[in-house]
């Protein structure tokens, strides 16, 4: 069975933790084996929230510098920080939208402009797919659905063998019932912007 | 109901590790369990705590894991299945209980959960708690994915019940924080009631009688060792001449690697599940059969200087290595790519990973280091005490959501050893300076093992201040309750405990009593404190607004606005309190309406009166 790692990073709140796990449940309903990894604690205090998802034949819980298959950042600069998980090979799924960390609101650093981290990261992978996913969970109505955008596009992307029906099933039975409605179109407003 | 009582053996569901150690509990007839939540095992009481309002189980939040250990050995004495969970340094506190339990035993099965934390995601150190296994006799299991956790849970229980001895289940972050597949077993019932036999002969632990203990304790750690031979996750696989020995999560990685090279002819592996008393005459075996070895542990060469002391007694001679052999060291955790390119090395193999992109051209980025959220009360309270006392006091912390005060602006954290350090080390360093000293304290730390230095402080006569940040819950860990909780607000009944009669009863004399979004009444208040000749207590009470939130005490308040007519760019506000609601837009300080929770602590701080309720 292919092996597919994707590393999912995003800031506390983004919602990347639900991400990763509707993706391994996704996963585990299609038969994929999957072990997903989490770091827990800091989350709720506007840090960087790191997780992964394994598919395939791996038991191993993490992805080394350079293997990641994939890379879903939820936000610029992260996407950026977290670039070393890449190879040349990676496909890089990003938010283009910035939530600039507190150091900066206080002068401890510049946020980089937004196309320059880009052209840096398209210099780096083969393959790039970035969206305004904000944007995109607003258009879906709920702001919250950020997370459903970019698992719509990292299903969309095609790079992955969780198909978009068994994700959906996963949302469906997974998410809260009020938002069901928001959060199934923003993964398919995810979906189309991937594709 | 708790998912973890779907009563429906053979189904596969996706559980945290955590979740898997607590319904492995639960399949194993859990009738008691307690703990102090510590990170990364706070997620199995949290279930606990969850199933406990559900079921008959009887679950506690105790003061410390000294307490917990103590609280669960009655428990277990007296027959009942008990588990005990916390993080590693937590089995420091309960280390002395855990020593001489050890020559007492237990009745009911007891599993202490010892979970550690290699690259000290959230910890203050990474030690290594395999050598408690070895440092009180008791048996160790180490599992290596979720299966395994829910399974070898089980197992400890039963061979605690055989040994009659407390088993210490350790984990480490990357497979308490991991989510895979696990298959539900059958739910056993929960005994509310066991009974127990009085044995003061045995029980009561002076001299006389625990010498024949440590006896009994070598007995038992016999049949430990003799059990650990045919424990079935101390397994061996492949018969090549490659040896690689793995524990843990490393056994993932060496797994992985040996597949991913192509080597499994070459190879032989075993894991090591029941990692003490280590099983001898099988480690003996492998190696016979073997000509190098190659040892993947985190942390200390644990296994590796055993596994080198087995050969010795056994005259073999093949060389056995596990530090220093490529990315291996005592330092931090190990990965996929690590181990496959130590073993590649070691054995050698020609091998290529994939290359990680270059990151040369990378600018400086700006961090994100974790924050304050907005309206934390701490940062009121620490603006508060850096007006009335200035830059120069020391400022002894402790843990919590609070150490963060060591970033700037705020930067008022300037030494922390362990829970509670921030009381006593206060005592050193006034005592041996002549430095202002205003230390910080959380409330449930302040439980957890604050008291007993604030009784020295105040019989020594030392002088200091100390602010107790009592913002109602262990906000840190996840809001946990603890002994000062309003338990009516979390639906549970408890006994409440009030700080300043505790602190009172300290005989500390000098309290005072703040409100930290009142921002000139709290200054005021910790001026007085400035001249007091002895031990002066703060107790800045404000409540979490994450637990307040959670629990419906949210105190509805209109979020603020910055009126520009007014506003000069003194940026007071974000410059002294950096709260995470604040930005800048154009060189102007904004508030994010909808981060802002109303505190107006920022409001009191302009110097111009310029930040404003939002108007309806």
New interface residues.
Partial sequence: MDTKRCVFVG??GQGNLLAS?LL??AA?AAGI??????????A?????VESAVLMG???????????ADVLVGFEP??T??T????????LVITNLQPL?????????????PVD?MMD?ISG??SRVIALRGNDLAEEAGNPLSLNMVMLGALIGSGALAVTADGMKETISTSTKKAFLDSNLKAFDLGMKSAG | MHKLLTDSPGK?M?L?GNEAIARGALEAGLSFATCYPG??SS?IPEQFFRISQETDLYFEYSTNEKVALEVGAGAAACGLRTMVTMKHVGLNVAADPLMTLAYVGVKGGMVIVNADDPFM??SQNEQDNRFYARLSGLPMLEP???QEMKDMTIAAFELSEELELPVILRTT???N?????VKLGELKPIRTKGEFQKNPFHFVTVPAVSRNLHKLLLEKYGKAAARSEGWPENRITGDGKWGIVANG?SV??A??AI?ELGIEDKVRFMQVGMSWPLPRDRITGFLKGVDKVLVVEELEPVMETDIKAIAQENGITIPIRGKGVGGFSKLY?Y????VRKAVADYFGMEYK???????S?????????????AGCPHRATYYAVKKAYGPDAIHPTDIG?YT?GLL??ISMADYLICMGSSVSSSCGFSRASDQKVVSFIGDSTFFHSGITGLIDAVHNNHKFTLVVLDNGTTA?TGHQPHPGVNAEAMGIERTRLSIEEVVRGCGVKDVHLVKPFKVNKTIEAIQASKDYDGVSVVISEELCP?FARATGQMRKTKPFRVNYDKCKNHRDC??YL?C?A???QEEKVVIDKNLCIGCAVCAQVCPENAILPVKD
Avoid at chain 1, 44 to 48: E, F, M, T
Avoid at chain 1, 83 to 90: A, P, T, V, Y
Avoid at chain 1, 100 to 112: M, N
Wanted: glycine share 10%.
């Fill in positions: 800031v506390g796990r391994g449940e585990l084996p999957a072990v997903v990894s989490e770091i827990h604690g800091m709720q205090r506007g840090g960087v034949d791996v038991t191993s819980p993490i992805v080394s510098n350079g293997e600069l992260e950026l920080r670039i070393g998980k890449c190879s040349r090979e990676s600039p960390p507190f150091t900066v609101s206080v002068g401890q650093g510049t946020y980089p320059e840096l780096k992978v | 596969e996706l945290l990170t990364p997620e995601f959230s290596t994915s979720t972050t990357r497979l924080h991991v989510r895979g597949a999560v993932n990685y797994r992985d597949r955790e990965d996929p790519g690590m990973g994939r290359a990680p992109v270059d990151l051209d990378l600018p400086q980025l700006p961090g994100r280091p974790p924050n304050l959220c959501c963060l700037p602006p840190m994450l974000i410059n950096a995470p604040m930005y800048l």
